[in-house]
């Protein structure tokens, strides 16, 4: 098992930044792919940012704004820049094993003012 916690949330005005952590523990060393996704009010969970392999990809709409970064299986942060109101949401870090299984945070809530 793989446990997964999300830090760094809360409410910040639009054009400020925020950045968010996920420590992970357990069976970490199976794990190769982290990323971050977010689900806002009434609206399906989506991806946000991924990193698997040594690459990373981002969703068009946090391109020049968003980076992601991993500290091998343990760590993963994602420094948020530019942060508009339709950023609000709940973040979650994700990992994948190397068997496919997923692993889920319980969420962080970045709230983003206009």
């Known amino acids: 098992q793989v446990q997964l916690v999300e830090s760094g949330g809360g409410l910040v005005q639009a054009g400020g930044s925020l950045r968010l952590s996920c420590a992970a523990s357990?069976?970490?060393?199976?794990?190769?792919?982290m990323g971050w996704y977010r689900q806002a009010p009434g609206k399906q969970r989506e991806l946000v940012a991924i990193?698997?392999?040594?690459?990373t990809n981002y969703a068009d709409s946090v391109k020049g704004r968003f980076t992601i970064s991993r500290d091998s299986s343990k760590a993963l942060s994602l420094q948020m820049n530019s942060l508009k109101h339709e950023d609000t949401a709940v973040y979650y870090c994700?990992?994948?094993?190397?068997?496919?299984?997923?692993?889920w945070g319980q969420g962080t809530l970045v709230t983003v003012s206009s």
């Open positions: 357990g069976y970490i060393f199976n794990i190769n792919a």
């Open positions: 990193s698997s392999g040594g690459s």
């Open positions: 994700r990992a994948r094993s190397m068997q496919n299984i997923e692993f």
